[in-house]
């Protein structure tokens, strides 16, 4: 289900990233030893737009229990059709969940890498972030609003837009990436992820570190 043949060379950065990068270059919250934390997978899906690469998002409900307001990547936890956690499963979870969140057709999409599993301590969620290629996009939206509030691509140019790029400082005294892009502050977990990928391919660019954004204990 992963093969790298026939993508982009603008995607070689990000393939050599996926296979070099280590688990604490990513996160500094990873998996608990004792095996607990429920398994999820989350698409990070790299299309091409009119103004070159790009990555599909999406906003999660207000109405959500978790992570309430969120954008994010398309995901979710892994269901006992999925298969084996440590083989498959997070591939099909992750096609899966997109498939129900943003309406994508899974046979468009070209999965070409897998990263170390990480774990997000506010939920217990263990998630296995997978990559794909968007070789035949196909319209996204809202398929559930009790779900997803918008769906939306954003471009790499914009990611890298040092004027897009801030840290959210949380009041227990987190400090974050995050990314002001498409009327969406992109922080948390997603914002972690493209910070670590868009610096280990090479692509980031120098930005103000000290601009901040605060947030809330709702947040």
């Known amino acids: 289900m992963v093969t790298k043949d026939g993508l982009p060379p603008w995607l070689d950065p990000v393939v050599h990233a996926v296979e070099t990068v280590e688990p604490l270059q990513l996160s500094r919250f990873l998996p608990p030893a004792d095996g607990a934390g429920r398994q999820s997978a989350v698409l990070i899906l790299f299309g091409e737009g009119a103004r070159g690469p790009e990555l599909l998002l999406m906003e999660r409900a207000s109405s959500l229990r978790s992570h309430a307001g969120q954008p994010s990547f398309p995901g979710g936890a892994l269901d006992p059709e999925d298969g084996d956690p440590m083989a498959d499963g997070p591939l099909r979870a992750a096609l899966r969940e997109a498939e129900e969140e943003t309406g994508l057709d899974p046979s468009g999409v070209q999965l070409f890498g897998v990263l170390p599993k990480l774990y997000i301590p506010v939920s217990g969620f263990v998630v296995t972030p997978v990559l794909g290629w968007w070789r ?13 509030a918008r769906v939306f691509t954003v471009p790499v140019a914009d990611l890298t837009d040092p004027a897009h790029r801030a840290t959210t400082v949380h009041p227990s005294g987190h400090r974050g990436a995050a990314f002001l892009v ?6 948390g977990f997603t914002a972690g992820i493209i910070d670590r990928l868009l610096h280990y391919a090479g692509w980031e660019l120098p930005w103000d570190r000290e601009k901040q954004v605060p947030l809330d204990w709702r947040a």
């Not at 035949?136 to 997803?148: C, F, K, R």
């Open 136 to 148: 035949e996009p196909t319209p996204v939206g809202v398929v559930d609003p009790a779900e997803t």
């Open 182 to 187: 498409e009327s969406a502050l992109v922080w």
